[in-house]
């Protein structure tokens, strides 16, 4: 069965300050890997996801996640955090053989950036 | 920017009655789900639908759920008989028919079962 464990409940970080949003999965296979981000009252809002290739994948508001294969860990980074980045943030993955197979969601992370 | 449009955003119901929630998947999109974020928990899958049929469910997905696309542009969840332990939040997504296409989620029905 595929799982995606987000370790941190929270992660606070000081605006300008680098950001790092972890998650790890367990599936068999190579899954397509997903990060979303939730604003209060709000969907979900999709940032970046890895398909293949370069481990460094970069998506919106300057976020970038890195693929690592061997930890099976895909982190959520990004350079300088902005208050405006505080939210609930999911890492996803879903099965790469084909169908119409859904998305797996971690618990989430809550990013809260300080000014 | 083509998005989900979801209806109601907030559904209040008494237990036992029968709700359906709405959503409007973006237009050229081929693949639909459902999910639900219990308050303060994980989104967990419900749904999928593909081609006027069920793709895969989860267990949550019991006899007392059924979805429906009775035209070109709507995709209902409905829930016949609720439990106070379905109040949730409930997401409508859909996706391009690319097999490693991102899921596009709707701004999601509030459903309070009292």
């Known amino acids: 069965a595929q799982s995606v464990a987000q370790p941190e409940d929270q992660v606070n970080v000081a605006e300008g300050n680098p950001l790092t949003v972890k998650c790890t999965y367990s599936?068999?296979?190579?899954?397509?890997l997903f990060w979303y981000v939730q604003y209060p009252n709000r969907g979900l809002q999709f940032l970046l996801k890895?398909?293949?290739?370069?481990?460094l994948v970069k998506g919106s508001y300057g976020f970038e996640a890195e693929f690592n294969k061997s930890q099976t860990s895909f982190h959520l980074k990004k350079p300088s955090a902005l208050v405006s980045d505080s939210a609930l943030y999911f890492c996803?993955?879903?099965?790469?053989?084909?169908?119409?197979?859904?998305?797996?969601f971690g618990k989430g992370t809550r990013l809260s950036v300080i000014a | 920017e083509p998005e989900v449009t979801q209806t109601p955003s907030h559904q209040v119901t008494q237990m036992g009655q029968e709700v359906i929630l709405r959503c409007v998947p973006i237009?050229?999109?081929?693949?639909f789900y459902w999910y639900r974020q219990i308050l303060g928990q994980k989104v967990e899958f419900l749904v999928s639908?593909?081609?006027?049929?069920?793709?895969?469910k989860s267990e949550i997905f019991d006899d007392q759920f059924s979805v429906e696309r009775p035209d070109g542009s709507n995709f209902t969840l409905k829930i016949r008989s609720t439990k106070l332990e379905d109040s949730a939040m409930y997401f409508c997504?859909?996706?391009?028919?690319?097999?490693?296409?991102?899921?596009?989620f709707g701004p999601g029905t509030r459903l309070t079962v009292t």
């Open positions: 997504a859909s996706r391009g028919d690319s097999s490693h296409s991102e899921q596009y």
């Open positions: 599936v068999s296979g190579n899954p397509y």
């Open positions: 890895y398909i293949t290739g370069d481990n």
């Open positions: 996803a993955v879903r099965d790469r053989t084909g169908g119409n197979t859904p998305l797996v």
């Open positions: 237009s050229n999109h081929l693949y």
């Open positions: 639908f593909y081609n006027n049929e069920i793709s895969e």
